[in-house]
């Protein structure tokens, strides 16, 4: 913004310094009160913009701010979706193990089961 301020001023004087230079045809007074209308017209667009750019700057300051609490409240939920992740992984393997051994005893008392129905065909013969 500085730099942009610079070059507007630089350009100003150089209008001045061309005017002074080429010695126009009107006279002093209302050069200067010409040129004194031009600097007062490029300084209050600059203000303009300025006031503008400070405007969207809040805006986005805002934006970020708005963005950062989401984010954070992102990373809160994820953090505790990841925690209930791992306990369901943990339920799972567990379960996973007792079904194993049901099904170990289930083919145990079945074999039993066969055996003694085996034993029984024998002694009813």
């Given amino acids: 913004m500085i730099e942009f301020i610079t070059g507007a001023v630089l350009g100003a004087g150089g209008m001045v310094a061309k005017d002074l230079l080429l ?3 009107q006279s002093d007074t209302d050069r200067q009160q010409r040129q004194t209308e031009q600097l007062l017209s490029e300084n209050e667009k600059l203000r303009n913009r ?3 750019a400070e405007r969207r700057i809040e805006d ?6 708005k963005l950062t609490r989401k984010a ?3 990373a809160v939920s ?3 979706l990841e925690d209930e ?3 369901a992984k943990r339920k799972i393997t567990k379960l996973q193990q007792q079904n194993d051994d049901l099904m170990r005893k289930v083919q145990e008392y079945k074999s039993a089961c066969d055996s003694y129905e085996q034993e029984l065909s024998q002694l009813k013969r």
């Fill in 50 to 52: 300025n006031r503008e």
């Fill in 23 to 25: 010695g126009g045809k």
């Fill in 78 to 80: 994820t953090d505790d």
């Fill in 85 to 87: 992740l791992a306990d």
């Fill in 72 to 74: 954070k409240d992102r």
């Fill in 60 to 65: 986005l300051m805002a934006e970020i701010q």
